[in-house]
Each structure stands twice: as structure tokens, then as C-alpha cells.
């Protein structure tokens, strides 16, 4: 088991540019859940997803940022006209049932925005 | 809104020591406890979780003791060892919220030989 596989682990834009960040849920998980990190700080919820499904975009910023899991491939969380605070970590997670219950998160895309 | 509060946000023991780190939560109705160590540059693992029916859960050098009444949960390390550095973070979770998780600010915890 691959665990969860997050890409690019790196990912560097300029201001303005899209921002497309992938998370392949472990295998027989269904439930994706994405966080973001600032430099130093906790990681902040941002929305949880089943497949073809957006269940809880409460911690979504209201412009720019779009989640999606399609029904084959894995998610995908998209930043537009990414910004210089939008620099951070972002980790997903994934779990087999509906619950925070052990949940395993991948090993995170920091993106740099320059 | 839910919040959870972490302190404190730096711990320095010795090798040996104990060290504790104590968690708030705002939400009478959280039910799920997890705590996370993240070294630097990593993903955040989880190391021990609780539920809100039980009072305390131990594994090895580390328990977990929540108390409801007063919504505040605990980690304990004991015998601590350099490699035990790092940030760790309190979460909770409610039934129906799915797997969404608040987090607390972190403690840099940090062990010297």
C-alpha cells in the first residue's frame, strides 16, 4: 500500500499563475480531505471531498480555490492567480469511512509563489 | 466557531524528563482526540488518538488523558529521547462533521541529550 501520494512535493509559480496541486487517496479510500500550512502555524482545514462530491468547503477561501475528485484520477486542489500568501504547505489526507478516525496524510506540496 | 487551544507553543526538557502538553477545545460536542508529531519538512503522523468514552490511553512512553467536563485533553511523554523532538499537534473532531479535524498552534518540543 502506496499510502497517500501527493504531487508535486515542490511546486514554485509566479504571481498570477494557476497552481495545480494532486492527492491519489490511499487504496479503498474514499474520503479526501485537504489542510494548508503557513510557514510555523497549524494546519488549517480546508474541504472535504468524496467522490464527485465536495461534502464540507467550509475552510475554502471564497475566490481562487477549487477542489475537485473525479470519479477516476485522483484530487485535485487548484489555486487561480495564486498570490504571494498563498506560499504554504498543503496536505491531504484520506480515510476509509466517514471520520477523522487515524486518518494518514501525504507528504504534503509546498508552494512557493514568487 | 470551534477552536482549539494548545499550549504551550515551545517545550525544552532533558533527555529523561517528562514533558506535557495541554489542549483546549471550544466544542461540548467533539468526540475524537488525535494527536500528530511533524518533523521538520514531514507529514504530520499520528501518534495516539482518544475518544471522548474513555478518560486516559496509554502506549509505551505516551498517554493521552482527556477530561470532558472541563474539555481539555493532555499529552504525556515520558522518558523522553532526542528523537522525540518536534511539533506536535492536538486535534478534535464531531460525529457530524465528517473527518474534519481543528487543530491546535503546535508545541516545538524540544529534548536535549
Known amino acids: 500500500n502506496a499510502g497517500v501520494m501527493q504531487n508535486p512535493r515542490h511546486l514554485v509559480r509566479r504571481r498570477g499563475q494557476e497552481a495545480r496541486l494532486r492527492c491519489s487517496p490511499m487504496?479503498?479510500?474514499?474520503?479526501v480531505y485537504w489542510y494548508r500550512q503557513l510557514p510555523e502555524e497549524g494546519l488549517k482545514f480546508m474541504v472535504y471531498?468524496?467522490?464527485?462530491?465536495?461534502?464540507?468547503e467550509s475552510g475554502m477561501p471564497k475566490e481562487r480555490f477549487s477542489a475537485e475528485f473525479p470519479k477516476e484520477g485522483p484530487s485535485i486542489l487548484r489555486i487561480q492567480q495564486v498570490v504571494r500568501g498563498d506560499s504554504a504547505a498543503y496536505f491531504c489526507?484520506?480515510?476509509?469511512?466517514?471520520?477523522?478516525?487515524?486518518?494518514?496524510f501525504g507528504s504534503g506540496t509546498r508552494l512557493t509563489v514568487v | 466557531g470551534e477552536n482549539v487551544e494548545q499550549h504551550p507553543s515551545t517545550l525544552s526538557v532533558q533527555e529523561g524528563d517528562s514533558a506535557v502538553i495541554k489542549c483546549t477545545y471550544s466544542?461540548?460536542?467533539?468526540?475524537?482526540f488525535p494527536w500528530y508529531k511533524q518533523e521538520l519538512g514531514k507529514r504530520p503522523q499520528l501518534i495516539i488518538d482518544?475518544?471522548?468514552?474513555?478518560g486516559e490511553k496509554k502506549d509505551q512512553r505516551i498517554a493521552v488523558t482527556l477530561n470532558k467536563t472541563a474539555k481539555h485533553f493532555s499529552l504525556h511523554i515520558t522518558e523522553t529521547q532526542p528523537e522525540d523532538s518536534a511539533v506536535y499537534f492536538c486535534?478534535?473532531?464531531?460525529?457530524?462533521?465528517?473527518?474534519?479535524?481543528?487543530f491546535g498552534q503546535g508545541t516545538e518540543l524540544s529534548v536535549k541529550p
Open positions: 486535534a478534535a473532531s464531531k460525529n457530524n462533521q465528517g473527518g474534519k479535524l481543528i
Open positions: 482518544i475518544r471522548s468514552n474513555v
Open positions: 489526507a484520506s480515510s476509509l469511512a466517514d471520520g477523522a478516525y487515524g486518518y494518514t
Open positions: 471531498l468524496q467522490k464527485e462530491n465536495i461534502i464540507d
Open positions: 487504496k479503498g479510500h474514499s474520503h
Open positions: 466544542d461540548s460536542a467533539s468526540n475524537y
